[in-house]
T-cell receptor, first 110, second 115 residues
Framework: GEDVEQSLFLSVREGDSSVINCTYT??????LYWYKQEPGAGLQLLTY?????DMKQDQRLTVLLNKKDKHLSLRIADTQTGDSAIYFC??????????FGAGTRLTVKP | AAGVIQSPRHLIKEKRETATLKCYPI?????VYWYQQGPGQDPQFLIS???????DKGSIPDRFSAQQFSDYHSELNMSSLELGDSALYFC??????????????FGPGTRLTVL
């Protein structure tokens, strides 16, 4: 999606932390999401953050939001091979349709 | 727990044919969304329905139409199919009226191949 940008590829070693970055342009976005898509599978919501928050932590996942710079990041601690997938950043205004980034393909090497 | 069901999971059609994709939302969910994900692309929002009425419209071609029925299931009708319509079509459902945040639960998708 042209309004949401992500880097396309990230490769890390098992046990390291992964950081996936995303920038968006719509300042009226109220919700920002991270979805995971495994090969041939559907979209799985990992976590979301409301625009008035700047951080959210959920087990191994940490989301950081810099609303001023319209920058969102997802940090995965202790990355495992099972985390290999495509990660989509998405935004929405008031929970209506979502606009997705192009997705970041995370490869975890043993 | 019941999830979003989409049928068929795979569909092969020829150019200029028509196709109908079905989506059965999670029970009691009142909102259905359709997304199209082309090969190597991000999902693009097509259209959504809330309480059987069209709610939002995205990049849905005029050749496509959709509706939500009284049992809340939705169908995406695609006519005059083109090669570029080959994609994974996702349906998502949510319960919109109860809270300010409503998670969209995605179905497994229907993979449409147009030959």
């Amino acid at each position: 999606g042209e309004d949401v940008e992500q880097s396309l590829f990230l490769s890390v070693r098992e046990g390291d932390s992964s950081v996936i970055n995303c920038t968006y342009t719509d300042s009226s976005s109220t919700y920002l999401y991270w979805y995971k898509q495994e090969p041939g599978a559907g979209l799985q919501l990992l976590t979301y953050i409301f625009s008035n928050m700047d951080m959210k932590q959920d087990q191994r996942l940490t989301v950081l939001l810099n609303k001023k710079d319209k920058h969102l990041s997802l940090r995965i601690a202790d990355t495992q091979t099972g985390d290999s997938a495509i990660y989509f950043c998405a935004e929405s205004y008031n929970n209506n349709d979502m606009r997705f980034g192009a997705g970041t393909r995370l490869t975890v090497k043993p | 727990a019941a999830g979003v069901i989409q049928s068929p999971r795979h569909l092969i059609k020829e150019k200029r044919e028509t196709a109908t994709l079905k989506c059965y939302p999670i029970p009691r969910h009142d909102t259905v969304y359709w997304y199209q994900q082309g090969p190597g692309q991000d999902p693009q929002f097509l259209i959504s329905f809330y309480e059987k009425m069209q709610s939002d419209k995205g990049s849905i071609p005029d050749r496509f139409s959709a509706q939500q029925f009284s049992d809340y299931h939705s169908e995406l009708n695609m006519s005059s199919l083109e090669l570029g319509d080959s994609a994974l079509y996702f349906c998502a459902s949510s319960l919109k009226w109860t809270s300010s945040y409503n998670e969209q639960f995605f179905g497994p998708g229907t993979r449409l191949t147009v030959l």
